[in-house]
């Protein structure tokens, strides 16, 4: 499956950005979908992630209450809602998605096969 991210720009602090993941074929709406960050000098960083049976969802501590993941099976797209973002919300971030993924290896970027190409997102302050 091929997995396209877009959605990033250049944001003040405070904003707010819409990120998209759509994947090329119908095996989405079995995947776990999960979004990673990673900014200049760190490794690439749990974001966010959603299963697929009973739509939960997780968040890294940094960011729960500020973003948003959500899903949309019929368009075979995924999407992170980020709001009130800081300067330190600034990196590439990457969507990933595998039907082979459990709950308890969500958070983890080794689990996941298929990933996006990325897409910036900077916050100026």
Known sequence: ???QASGGGLVQAGGSLRL???ASDGT???STVAWFRQGIGNERAFVAGSGWNRGDTFYAESVRGRFT???DD???TGYLEMNSLKPED???YYCSADAS???SSIRYEASYEYWGQGTLVTVSS
Do not use: P
Request: glycine share 0%.
């Open 69 to 71: 993941i959500s899903r």
């Open 90 to 92: 600034t990196a590439v």
């Open 101 to 103: 993924v459990i709950i």
């Open 1 to 3: 499956v091929q997995l």
């Open 74 to 76: 019929a368009k075979s």
């Open 20 to 22: 998209a993941c759509t």
């Open 28 to 30: 989405f709406r079995r």
